[in-house]
């Protein structure tokens, strides 16, 4: 009866714990009974205080989530900062690598960056980096002292609320998963071992997407975000006819004559063949109605015409027998 009673209590512990039973063993003899009852007593001793220790951080977590407070250290905000910024400079290229090489000085990485040119030829950089977070007022500073700031805009997404109650769940998790190791142990049967190592395998797939998502916060607490859009400052009056002169004066006057005329004529070109093209596209479907409609209608007028013209000689003919009646009269 005893032997009974301490594997019922066993039985029930494993299901609080982890929401699944171990079978009995086998029935044994007499004194292997009191024998396995004894090490079963000692078992049962040791599980209660491991399931009291299990409850109480489960309770804790279950309390923080009715609450809606978090069960970290609240002290320490997960704040995550984002910025952005345009800027007008007389170079964006050698703007650019500036600030490159800024960004690395102060620890920080490129995340994505590019330069181009437009239709009108205007030059843009574009650039995201990635600084500590207590480094992103020095590139702030950095980007400034390049020329001249249109915009810029800064951003912060406090994450405390959700990264420590995902870092709670963590703790709970690896907790469930040293009490189904210490059960795994103490298992005899190929069912009990199958039913533990199941619920082993959710409890580590949970473990790896909390940890997953921590370190992913991490990252985005510890580094700032700065994405700059560099262009290039507007060229005045006086610039422009400046630009002009220098034109002229260039030695290379000659070959920038020659490119100019091989551009009129590839636009001369590009303009034959596009008026060829539509006059094609036009004259197909006009080639298929005249064939469908038109040369019916030609065909039949000829063959009207032809018609006629036989039934006037015939005419002719036969009344040229009369008038020769009538002479003779």
């Given at each position: 009866m005893k032997t009974k009673r301490t594997l019922i209590a066993l039985i029930l512990c494993a299901v609080l714990l982890a929401s699944f039973g171990c079978a009995a063993a086998p029935r044994a003899t007499e004194s292997e009974n009191l024998a396995y009852a004894d090490s079963a007593k000692g078992s049962y001793d040791m599980a209660a205080p491991m399931e009291e220790a299990a409850m109480a951080p489960?309770?804790?977590?279950?309390?923080?989530q009715q609450s809606g407070?978090?069960?970290g250290d609240f002290d320490v905000r997960k704040?995550?900062?984002?910025?952005?910024m345009s800027v007008t400079v007389d170079?964006?290229?050698a703007a650019l690598n500036t600030?490159?090489?800024?960004?690395k000085s102060l620890g920080g990485y490129v995340s994505g960056s590019y330069a181009t040119t437009d239709e009108e030829g205007t030059n843009y950089a574009y650039a995201t980096l990635k600084v500590?977070?207590?480094?992103?007022?020095a590139l702030v500073t950095a980007a400034n002292a390049l020329g001249k700031v249109n915009d810029y805009r800064l951003s912060s997404d406090d994450i405390s609320l959700s990264y420590y109650d995902i870092q709670a769940r963590l703790t709970s998790a690896k907790a469930e998963e040293q009490q189904l190791l210490d059960i795994l142990s103490k298992c005899e049967t190929v069912e009990e071992i199958l039913a533990v190592r199941q619920s082993l395998s959710s409890v580590r797939s949970d473990i790896e997407s909390y940890t997953a998502q921590i370190r992913l916060w991490d990252n985005l607490v510890a580094y700032a975000t700065l994405s700059v859009t560099i262009s290039r400052t507007p060229k005045t009056a006086v610039e422009g006819e400046n630009d002009l002169i220098?034109?002229?004066?260039?030695?290379?006057?000659?070959?920038k004559m020659e490119r100019g005329f091989q551009n009129s004529v590839r636009f001369v070109a590009n303009a034959i063949g596009a008026i060829g093209i539509f006059i094609a596209i036009a004259l197909i479907p006009a080639g298929v109605l005249f064939l469908l409609i038109g040369l019916p209608i030609i065909l039949h007028k000829k063959n009207k015409?032809?018609?006629?013209?036989?039934?006037?000689a015939q005419q002719a003919m036969s009344a040229e027998p009369d008038d020769t009646v009538k002479q003779n009269e």
């Open positions: 489960a309770a804790a977590g279950e309390v923080a407070e978090p069960t704040i995550v900062y984002n910025a952005d170079d964006p290229s600030l490159l090489q800024k960004t500590p977070s207590d480094q992103l007022d220098q034109l002229w004066k260039a030695s290379d006057v000659w070959n015409r032809k018609k006629a013209a036989a039934l006037k």
